[in-house]
């Protein structure tokens, strides 16, 4: 039975990632003054999966030189990881379709393996290209890995467990945890920039630098793969976002319609956490790799060290 | 026999061979590759012994920040050019 459930989720997991590049790609064309996809669907709300068919028609190239049991591997693997993390997010209720102990860590953990096979596939290709963007993948997430865990530590530390059901039912019963470590989420906020390669942290994949990086000599289907991945890595820090520090799926509730209300408060807030993300990626220019590593360990670092020691103290008082 | 001990073997044997690909593999990507997989697998093992806190711990050290380091090293000498073969 689990298996059926699992199989719907994941479909609806790619046709709900499908939908936040939508509202991306929207989001980013009307901040600079242009309608943005326009033509397939209502307001082009399919050109996402239109996008996605399109690329798994086209012909694939491997260059000659390039570790081609790996290069075929990456993908698939990638997808199978980043579906297996979505499956601990609480959506319908106040736990996932998986629930165990301690899964908050194993959804970082997902989240970082992720980026190991990113930065494999750069360094199986023979491109020099690859191999750049590859070394920056390593050093931008030795810098942005370190505030996303503190900032995740200070939700754990309020709700007082690394469970992802027992923090979303503290916060159905209390409060949202944002209202107490504000740094922490912005601190996540930029976190998840730059875990999506989006514009200031778009230093891997940068197309006017090193075009394309990681992904330079990688073609049709893998390319359609490995943006869906990049699609549902979105929703997966969304959705994080949301179950740590907005209640998860908690709102008013009409009694007896508990499933559908829960969906539904989860999906607005969602989309406005993807709608704010995006506006981010709008409005400023790419860092340069050592601006952007000051930018983790000299700005944002403090503030989520400083939002975890506050809650310290707040908790050591007996305050939370 | 139960399932759980019939899982133990069969991860116990997976362990063994990725093991045996970090120290056999000529290609130093794939070396950290297996290693990263050889991690995973003790986490496995961890979760069916019921020891889920170290399960995790397993799986986000070893697993996530020890190959990252690797590969940089790696990726930081241009692809590992002069080490394959």
Sequence with gaps: ?320 | MTWEEIAQIIISIFIILSALAVAETKKVVRMALAFCVMSILIAAMFLILSAPYAATFQLAIYAGFIPIIILVAIALMRGGEGIED
């Design chain 1, 1 to 320: 039975m689990i298996t059926v459930y699992v199989i719907i989720a994941s479909i609806l997991f790619l046709l709900l990632s499908m939908l936040l590049e939508w509202v991306d790609r929207k989001v980013y064309a009307h901040v600079q003054h242009r309608v943005g996809p326009f033509v397939t669907g209502y307001h082009g709300i399919l050109q996402p999966l239109a996008d996605f068919l399109k690329l798994m028609n086209k012909e694939e190239v491997i260059v000659e030189g390039s570790d081609e049991f790996l290069l075929h591997a990456m993908p698939i693997l990638s997808l199978s990881l980043v579906l297996f993390a979505l499956l601990f997010i609480p959506i319908t209720s106040i736990e996932g379709i998986l629930s165990l102990r301690g899964d908050l860590i194993i959804i970082l953990a997902v989240s970082v393996i992720i980026h190991v096979l990113y930065i494999v596939t750069g360094l199986s290709q023979p491109s020099f290209f690859a191999s750049v963007g590859a070394a920056r993948w390593g050093q931008l997430l030795v810098s942005f890995e370190v505030p996303l865990l503190l900032s995740v530590a200070s939700a754990a530390l309020v709700a007082n467990s690394i469970t992802l059901s027992d923090i979303v039912s503290f916060q159905i019963s209390n409060f949202p945890i944002g209202f107490f470590a504000p740094l922490s989420l912005l601190a996540t906020l930029f976190s998840s920039l730059a875990k999506l390669e989006k514009t200031p942290f778009s230093i891997p994949d940068a197309e006017t630098e090193i075009a394309g990086g990681w992904l330079v000599e990688i073609s049709g289907r893998r390319l359609a793969i490995f943006r869906i991945v990049t699609d549902a890595k979105y929703l997966l820090l969304s959705s994080l976002v949301v179950t740590l520090f907005l209640g998860g799926p908690s709102g008013p509730v009409l009694p007896g319609l508990e499933p559908i209300m829960y969906t539904l408060w989860f999906l607005i807030k969602l989309i406005i956490v993807a709608m704010i993300l995006s506006y981010i990626r709008g409005i400023v220019a790419r860092y340069r790799i050592d601006q952007a590593i000051r930018l983790f360990w000299f700005r944002i670092t403090p503030l989520a060290a400083l939002n975890l020691v506050v809650l310290i103290v707040l908790s050591t008082i007996g305050v939370i």
